[in-house]
């Protein structure tokens, strides 16, 4: 996760590494956030030695802030993490499969700041994360039929036709897949709501850049 306690105590002599955000007693760093912006990229497959702009810093100083608070109900309620590891290690192989070469890939990596090993306990958080997001939130987002017809005859039979020649599949053939889609966007409507919620519990503070 990379976030550090709050301390009272620090010496004069010391570079300090600014504060932007708390989650409770956690201390979201200035530094961190800028990691945060070279992980992702990294992980996209787009690593960069520029520095970021403030927008880039504003959306990773808030993913940052979500992915703490995830990271700590996993850790309250306990989610499994018995294979969090290997599905981490299964996700960096993707990553690494994604960049041309070894030394491409290598390369990527020092761009974050980060080792290996840091990279596989991050992955592992977003594991439990997304595991901890399933079990709240999915029971929840349940889609009906006319829903997916809706879905079929406004969105997907016309995005179909605009990027293919040919007839649409029929709904009987694409259901499941239409499902799926409408409920992820249901998970991800409850999960900005859950936030919120959490966000007041855990006492986020917030500083500016």
């Given at each position: 996760?990379?976030?550090?306690?709050?301390?009272?105590?620090?010496?004069?002599?010391?570079t300090?590494?600014?504060?932007?955000?708390?989650?409770?007693?956690?201390?979201?760093?200035?530094?961190?956030?800028?990691?945060?912006?070279?992980?992702?990229?990294?992980?996209?497959?787009?690593?960069?030695?520029?520095?970021?702009?403030?927008?880039?810093?504003?959306?990773?100083?808030?993913?940052?802030?979500?992915?703490?608070?995830?990271?700590?109900?996993?850790?309250?309620?306990?989610?499994?993490a018995?294979?969090?590891?290997?599905?981490?290690?299964?996700?960096?192989?993707?990553?690494?499969?994604?960049?041309?070469?070894?030394?491409?890939?290598?390369?990527?990596?020092?761009?974050?700041?980060?080792?290996?090993?840091?990279?596989?306990?991050?992955?592992?958080?977003?594991?439990r994360?997304?595991?901890?997001?399933?079990?709240?939130?999915?029971?929840?987002?349940?889609?009906?039929?006319?829903?997916?017809?809706?879905?079929?005859?406004?969105?997907?039979?016309?995005?179909?036709?605009?990027?293919?020649?040919?007839?649409?599949?029929?709904?009987?053939?694409?259901?499941?897949?239409?499902?799926?889609?409408?409920?992820?966007?249901k998970?991800?409507?409850?999960?900005?709501?859950?936030?919120?919620?959490?966000?007041?519990?855990?006492?986020?503070?917030?500083?500016?850049?």
């Open positions: 996760m990379g976030c550090r306690l709050l301390s009272p105590v620090a010496h004069a002599a010391e300090l590494d600014r504060v932007v955000a708390s989650v409770g007693n956690l201390a979201i760093t200035e530094g961190e956030v800028e990691m945060e912006f070279r992980f992702e990229n990294f992980l996209e497959g787009k690593p960069s030695e520029n520095q970021p702009s403030l927008h880039d810093l504003k959306q990773a100083h808030d993913r940052l802030i979500k992915q703490t608070l995830l990271v700590l109900e996993a850790e309250a309620e306990g989610v499994d018995s294979d969090s590891a290997a599905q981490a290690a299964q996700l960096l192989e993707q990553v690494h499969r994604s960049y041309p070469d070894a030394a491409t890939y290598e390369a990527a990596i020092r761009s974050t700041g980060l080792s290996e090993t840091q990279i596989l306990e991050r992955l592992q958080h977003h594991v994360s997304l595991r901890l997001i399933d079990q709240r939130l999915r029971p929840n987002a349940w889609v009906d039929q006319p829903e997916i017809e809706t879905y079929y005859e406004g969105t997907f039979v016309p995005e179909f036709l605009r990027r293919n020649k040919g007839p649409a599949p029929s709904l009987g053939e694409v259901e499941d897949q239409i499902r799926e889609i409408l409920v992820q966007q998970v991800d409507q409850l999960l900005v709501e859950w936030l919120k919620e959490i966000e007041a519990n855990r006492q986020v503070k917030v500083h500016s850049f």
